[in-house]
């Protein structure tokens, strides 16, 4: 699990050093949302509530010459849960349902959370916000580029991620290509291809 895990931490653990400062999204209201903002942008489909998608992870580290990769399966319900199942490099499920990880090895047996993996929960809040429905990160300005493009800036310079960009499919509601750039100049790319909805949503990780 050690290679997988590195994947996961070099993530969470930039979020984990943002601290207790706000990293949840909010959604403006409809009659505020500008021209060109995420709100505006789902309000051009219907509403979703969950979604799941094959993704594939590239990870560019200043300390590490080789590219880190990464490809599973990531699932998102509505309001903060996010399943990540890992394929490759090793077998392994992170699951954020609130406030609670699980951890499961390749067997799917609960492991006890690292700690390095403190940050993860905040990592899928965020991400959540994102995928199902113009919520984006506290205190970042938006920058589009056409309707389907935006970047993300944040107004806070403590913040982890210099800089966010989203692509959307030109006719859904989901976002296919996800950049984080840090502020030490790491970066990581996310592809994403949806996939069909399941008829019934995954059990609630046990407590």
Same mark, same amino acid.
Do not use: N, Y
């Given at each position: 699990? /050690?290679?997988?895990?590195? #994947? =996961? ?9 943002? %601290?207790?400062?706000?990293?949840? +999204? ?38 590490? *010459?080789?590219?880190?990769? $990464? ?5 998102? /319900? ?20 609130? *406030?609670?990880?699980? =951890? ?8 006890? =959370? ?6 993860? &929960?905040?990592? %899928?809040?965020?991400?959540? *916000? ?10 970042? /300005?938006?920058?589009?580029? %056409?309707?389907? $493009? ?15 960009? #989203? /692509?959307?499919?030109?006719? +859904?509601?989901?976002?296919?290509? =996800? ?5 030490? +100049? ?11 909805? &399941?008829?019934?949503?995954? $059990?609630?990780?046990?407590?």
């Amino acid at each position: 699990m /050690r290679t997988a895990r590195a #994947l =996961v931490v070099l993530v969470a653990g930039a979020l984990a050093a943002r %601290g207790g400062a706000p990293w949840c +999204g909010h959604l403006a209201g409809a009659a505020e949302a500008p021209p060109h903002s995420l709100a505006a942008r789902a309000q051009r489909f219907p509403p979703v509530t969950s979604s799941r998608a094959i993704f594939e992870q590239e990870r560019e580290v200043s300390l590490v *010459d080789e590219v880190l990769r $990464a490809s599973g399966t990531i699932e998102f /319900r509505a309001p903060d849960h996010m399943r990540l199942a890992l394929t490759t490099p090793e077998a392994m499920t992170i699951a954020v349902d609130g *406030d609670t990880l699980t =951890v499961l090895d390749a067997q799917g047996t609960a492991v006890a =959370v690292p700690p390095e993996f403190s940050g993860f &929960t905040r990592f %899928g809040h965020v991400l959540t *916000d994102l995928m199902l429905g113009g919520r984006g990160p506290e205190q970042f /300005r938006e920058e589009w580029h %056409g309707p389907d $493009a935006v970047t993300l800036w944040p107004d806070d310079a403590a913040a982890p991620f210099s800089e966010i960009a #989203l /692509r959307f499919a030109s006719d +859904g509601p989901f976002a296919t290509d =996800v950049v984080l750039r840090e502020r030490g +100049g790491d970066r990581t790319t996310i592809h994403l291809r949806p996939l069909p909805a &399941t008829a019934s949503p995954p $059990a609630r990780p046990a407590s």
